[in-house]
């Protein structure tokens, strides 16, 4: 079983940025492609981006590609999710996935799920 810690996240002005990490505990997790996910208030939870387990494939949704950026470092056990150009309509709770399908991740089924933390972009 794989435990994950979000954090990094908070208030920021709109156009700033934001770095949100992953830390990954229980068992090794470099084989497991990892995700981030978010959930505005009221909203459904939504896919964001994955990194396949080497970190050298990615995918994006299209409402943040080119402004966000998700990485890994499997020797530290963790996965970040780097935010620029942050938007209002990017405030949500941002919650940390994980699976051995990458499939699964971009279609919002992983093994496991972190606690979430709250980013918040005031206009």
């Known amino acids: 079983q794989v435990q994950l810690i979000e954090s990094g996240g908070g208030l920021v002005q709109a156009g700033g940025s934001l770095r949100l990490s992953c830390a990954a505990s229980g068992r090794t997790f470099s084989s497991d492609a990892m995700g981030w996910f978010r959930q505005a208030a009221g909203k459904e939870r939504e896919f964001v981006s994955v990194v396949s387990w080497g970190g050298r494939e990615t995918v994006y949704a299209n409402s943040v590609k080119g402004r966000f950026t998700i990485s890994r470092d499997n020797f530290k056990n963790t996965v970040y999710l780097q935010m620029n150009s942050l938007r209002p309509e990017d405030t949500a709770v941002y919650y940390c996935?994980?699976?051995?399908?990458?499939?699964?991740?971009?279609?919002?089924?992983?093994?496991?799920w972190g606690q979430g933390t709250q980013v918040t972009v005031s206009a």
């Open positions: 996935a994980g699976d051995s399908s990458t499939n699964r991740l971009i279609r919002g089924i992983p093994s496991y």
